[in-house]
């Protein structure tokens, strides 16, 4: 079985700016794939390469096996939930999910029945005779997400879908989500640049940084095994130890990644360290240690003392949790 | 703490002082006050004399002129309207229709290109460029166009002679050979009014169409194209639902402009009267005010037809 989408040494070049840098991926059939990144890091541009928005200046790319470059967007079995939804305000919400069904010319009762299935399935049901100026933020993300599902694609591409819902309503969505993705069987290509959306999410995440792949791997892998300063830092803010600390603290003169929870402040053994500052964050306090001229963030679970600012502590953690990253990460 | 409070002052800053300042507070505090000091002389104006005269003129359309005397009748009747309704009178207003109409949509299918192009890919200098290309013809005096257009089109014209040495005279000569449109040459033709007229209103279209075209956000066609539209699909679906309203309104000035001018047609084009023309000579030489108002009420009237049509087909929906 061919890859979902595979992209082999592809480059997309804004004049000087290298959006997308030598990028080769491959996205499994079925899969939830999450491109994560901060913003100009090429993630959306590899997604639009992908819809056909935009063509690699170099490199190759195929979607089940099939070769698509100089295929026009509206010739790729594709559909994309916009970053901004882009729903046509001029048509009413059914006409919006009917939209590529109307292109495809299928009938209209037809497709009327359709574009109502699909609103139920995205929890709209009855909404067809609204405009799209008269829905909320979270309903206009379902219509979006209808009108691209109704044409059963092969691959659904969204971008940073959720960014614009308030936190409440994007945790219910990222869940939602994942369960329509499970049940429809589609590959769904996912962008975004919250980290934890993509942890929770994703069955497997590409991390990008200035046009290129940092690394590509299971959000476990990604988290417990980070390969470079980059990844470490972006997800999951990890305390990143030049190879100098790294030897202090007993390990090789190698660049490591130090989890904040996973540090524990125990009293009676362990190195030894003063606290610079601490901040209450809900379900833990965040303690901030000088190691040796480093920061060192520790996460206190709630419940436990908060050490005062200037003590000196003691801090200690499991072999594995010292994850080394080599000596040029 | 107490070193950066007595540089500061207190809570509230002294006043700007004066009249101005004490008159900037009170439009502050009462903005409706602003607003309505600043709307009054502009609605005045707009009321009394725009409006106020358009009233009047449609007064003296209910008047009629006495036969013998000359005078206005200052009584109400349908006369007048009688007297619009006549075949020869009936012509006039049919024939400045479909001129208009033949105006508007060439106007329509010239000015897309253009306002596409300024709206989606011009550009800094590029952009400067379009404004300048459209205004710039709107500088001169519209009396030297019209002149210019004389001399391109006459007899013996820069039209004919480029068609000369291409030897193409045949297919001028063939033109003008047809009924309706033709004539003794372009200048003196139908033709030669329409192309007139579609040069000179033009930029009235491009400008509110690039306006309207500029304001489709580009996602909306790549959101078409990625459920499968093809370019003309999305012209048709999305692209041209969405400018409609500004297609209506350069269409609205293209067809107004040309159902009441009354230059154009007398430079260049045949004897034949248009509306404009009518309304000049009965309300100059023949002195006829009531016919010369109820044919000015013409195109007010099939402005507010059209607009009522543009309205039920939807076009002002995406508005």
């Given at each position: ?256 990644s130090l989890r904040p929870e996973d540090v524990r402040l125990d009293?009676?053994?362990?190195h030894e360290a003063r606290v610079t500052g601490a901040s209450f ?49 | ?319």
């Amino acid at each position: 079985m061919p890859h979902a989408v595979s992209f082999q040494q592809v480059s997309r070049h804004f004049g000087a700016v290298r959006a997308v840098d030598a990028v080769d991926l491959e996205i499994a059939p079925g899969e939830f794939f999450a491109m994560l990144g901060p913003s100009g890091s090429g993630k959306t541009t590899c997604l639009r390469l992908i819809a056909g928005f935009e063509q690699p200046t170099s490199g190759h790319i195929e979607i089940f096996g099939e070769t698509v470059e100089g295929v026009p967007p509206y010739r790729r079995n594709v559909n994309t939930v916009f970053q901004d939804y882009a729903l046509f305000p001029h048509l009413n919400v059914a006409d919006n999910v009917a939209y590529g069904q109307m292109i495809r010319g299928v009938g209209k009762a037809e497709r009327a029945r359709n574009a109502e299935a699909a609103l139920e399935m995205v929890k709209l049901p009855g909404y067809g005779s609204r405009k799209p100026g008269q829905l909320s933020g979270g309903q206009r993300q379902r219509v979006a997400l209808a009108r691209a599902l109704v044409n059963k694609p092969k691959v659904l591409l969204l971008d940073e879908p959720l960014g614009a819902l308030d936190l409440k309503l994007r945790e219910q969505m990222q869940e939602e989500l994942k369960v329509l993705q499970k049940a429809l069987g589609i590959t769904f290509v996912f962008v975004t640049h919250d980290q934890s959306e993509a942890l929770s999410m994703a069955d497997r995440i590409a991390v990008f940084n200035e046009g290129r792949i940092m690394q590509t791997g299971t959000p476990e892998e990604i988290y417990r095994r980070p390969k470079t300063r980059f990844v470490a830092d972006f997800v999951g803010s990890s305390n990143v130890l030049p190879p100098k600390v790294t030897q202090q603290l007993g390990g090789p003169a190698e660049w490591s990644s130090l989890r904040p929870e996973d540090v524990r402040l125990d009293a009676v053994s362990g190195h030894e360290a003063r606290v610079t500052g601490a901040s209450f964050l809900g379900s833990a306090t965040r303690v901030t240690l000088d190691v040796a001229g480093e920061k060192l963030n520790v996460l206190l679970p709630s419940g436990l003392a908060v050490p005062e600012q200037g003590a000196s502590v003691r801090f200690s953690w499991k072999p594995d949790d010292l994850h080394l990253m080599g000596t040029d990460a | 703490m107490s070193v950066s409070s007595s540089a500061s002052g207190g809570a509230i800053l002294a006043g700007r002082g004066g009249l101005g300042g004490s008159l900037s507070d009170a439009f502050w505090r009462k903005p409706q006050l602003l607003l309505f000091l600043m709307l009054t002389p502009p609605l005045l104006w707009l009321g009394v004399i725009y409006l106020g005269s358009l009233f009047a003129l449609l007064i003296q359309s209910f008047f009629s002129i006495d036969e013998f005397s000359g005078m206005v009748v200052r009584e109400f009747t349908l006369k007048t309207y009688g007297e619009l309704l006549r075949p020869s009178n009936l012509d006039i207003i049919v024939r400045t229709v479909i001129m208009a109409g033949l105006v508007t949509i060439a106007s329509a299918v010239i000015a897309f290109p253009i306002a596409y192009f300024a709206a989606r890919y011009a550009r800094g200098r590029w952009k400067a460029m379009f404004y300048l290309g459209v205004m710039l013809p709107l500088w001169s005096s519209y009396l030297v166009k019209i002149y210019a257009w004389k001399l391109i089109l006459a007899k013996e014209g820069i039209l004919g002679w480029v068609f000369d040495k291409l030897h193409l005279t045949f297919l001028i000569d063939g033109w003008l050979a047809l009924p309706i449109v033709g004539g003794n040459s372009l200048s003196v033709s139908p033709t030669g009014t329409f192309l007139v007229f579609v040069y000179v209103w033009l930029p009235f279209m491009i400008l509110p169409m690039q306006a309207a075209l500029e304001r489709v956000p580009t996602n909306l066609l790549e959101a078409s194209a990625d459920l499968g539209a093809s370019p003309g699909q999305t012209f048709r679906n999305v692209l041209l639902p969405l400018a409609l309203p500004g297609v209506i309104a350069g269409s609205i000035f293209t067809f107004s402009l040309t159902l009441g001018d009354y230059i154009i047609p007398q430079i260049i084009g045949t004897s034949h009267l248009f509306i404009g023309m009518a309304v000049y000579a009965h309300q100059g030489t023949a002195g006829n005010i009531p016919l010369a108002a109820a044919f000015t009420v013409v195109p007010v009237v099939i402005m507010g037809i059209y607009l009522w049509l543009a309205k039920r087909a939807g076009a002002f929906n995406a508005l």
